[in-house]
C-alpha cells in the first residue's frame, strides 16, 4: 500500500494485537520484572496517595508536574508501566520492520525513546531483542537504547536495565541504556544520523502542549537528520489528538505531524514515507495469564511508523 493511501487509514476499527507477540519474551517474564525489581514500592502503604497524586495531574494534564519527584515517577512506574511494557513488547514484535531491526546476529540496533524515562519502550524493546537473543545468544548482536526525559527516570531506568542485564540475558553487556535528562525541544539531543529507531510513545500530546513551534522544529530536525532508512514510531491514546489554531483554522496534531513528516497531502514530498499505521488498536490483558498487585490495564491507541526516505 502506497504511504499516500496508507495516510488516510485502513478500516482499523478492529485491529488488535496479541496479548503475546510471537517475538518477544512472554508476559509472565515481563511482568516478573517489574513484581520483582518494584517490590519495595508495591509494598509501600504510601503507594496508593502517590498513584492518586499522578492520576490526579494527568487528569489535569499538568504533565511535568506529574512526574517531578521520585516517589510520583515510581509510583508511576510501578502502576502504569508493567502494561505499558507488555503492549509494547506484543506491538514491537507484531511491526515487521522493528522486530527485523533486531534480526541480524552481527549487528548493533541504536534506539531513541523519547519520552520513555517511564521505561516502557526500554522494556517492550528489550523483551524482542532477548527472545530474538535466546537462539544466538553468543552473537555479537547489541543494543543501545537511549532515553531523553524532561524528568529525571534514572533511577528507574537503572532499577529496569539491571534487571534484564541480569536475568534476560546470556552476556549482559549485550544491553545497553543510557538515560539523558534533558528537554528534547531544548537541544537535548543531537546524534539522530546514528538511529535505527526513535519511538515517541504517548508523548507527542505533551510536546505539542508544552511548546507548538518547537515541537514542529524537532520534527523538523528528524526530517533533516535521520539516516535513510531510519523508522520513527509515534503512538497516541486513540482519539486524544488535540486541535491546534493556525490562522483562522483548526487542525487535529496528527494533520500538522503528517504534513511536516510526509509533506503535503497528494504531493509526497516530505522526508518520511509512512509504512504502517493503525487509528484504532487494541491490546487486552488475558487477566488469567499474569498476576500482578496492581489492575493491568488494556489499551486502544493510534500509532504511525514511518521509515526515512
Ligand atoms: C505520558 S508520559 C509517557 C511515558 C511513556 N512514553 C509511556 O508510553 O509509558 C510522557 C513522557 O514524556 C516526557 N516529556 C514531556 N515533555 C518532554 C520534553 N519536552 N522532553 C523530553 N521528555 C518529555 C514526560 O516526562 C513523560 O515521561
Redesign the pocket.
Known sequence: MSSRSKRSGRSSENDSIPFEGEHSLGALAIVDLFSQSFQRILDSPDLPEFIQVVKGSLYERQ?LEA?DDDNKRFAYAAR??PA?SLAYASLFSSLEPVKGLFEDPDSTTSVLC?????G??LVGLASVFCRLKEHNSTSTSNLVVKI????D?SAIVTNVTKYMQQNWLYKPEKLTTQFIHK???GN?FSAYGDLDLITL???TN??FS?KRAETIRFLQTLNRSCKQGAHLLIAESAGSYSHITVGTKKFPVQFIIDTVLLGKQGEDTGAWDLVDQSDSCWYRIDEKEVDYPMKLENMRFFYRLYEKK
Open positions: 504533565f512526574f502504569w508501566t505499558r523519547v519520552g520513555g524515562g517511564a516502557g519502550e531523553v526525559d524532561i524528568a527516570w528537554d528534547i525541544l537535548g510513545m504517548f508523548t505533551e510536546l508544552e
